[in-house]
């Protein structure tokens, strides 16, 4: 299960950001972006989160995932369509197939809250999840 590579990634970068950011107490919520390209099956994604954060910084946060859904453009006729799933990568307004994936294989931490000797804060991320094997 990729899933848990995925997670354990996500925990992995945001404990970095939070040790950068010093005096971080608890981490409240990770949001991602999960494109529908991405070959992320989200539940799986969220029981392995759960399992990831045990004993770090970030037991007992709340994981966020936006899907981003496929968008694909027809090079010939500048079409663009939503590819759904199964993708569809022709182009249903001509039938081409020299088409350029605009949008869906987004795998990124958008967003994260915490805690600090301050009180809560909020930091924006935009970083792509890279999996360590």
């Given at each position: ?29 990770v ?73 869906g ?27 360590e094997?």
């Amino acid at each position: 299960m990729h899933e848990m590579s995925i997670a354990l990634a996500v925990v992995n970068q945001v404990e970095e950001a939070a040790a950068r950011a010093k005096d971080v107490t608890a981490v409240r919520s990770v949001r991602l972006q999960v494109g529908e390209l991405a070959g992320v099956v989200p539940d799986a994604l969220a029981f392995s989160f759960e399992l990831a954060c045990a004993g770090t910084l970030l037991e007992g946060a709340e994981l966020i995932t936006e899907a981003v859904p496929g968008r694909a453009r027809c090079t010939p006729c500048a079409h663009e369509w939503a590819v759904g799933m199964p993708p569809r990568l022709t182009c249903p307004a001509c039938g081409g197939t020299q088409t350029d994936l605009l949008a869906g294989r987004e795998l990124q931490i958008v967003d994260v809250h915490w805690e600090d000797g301050l009180g809560p804060a909020h930091t924006p991320t935009r970083e792509p999840i890279s999996e360590e094997r």
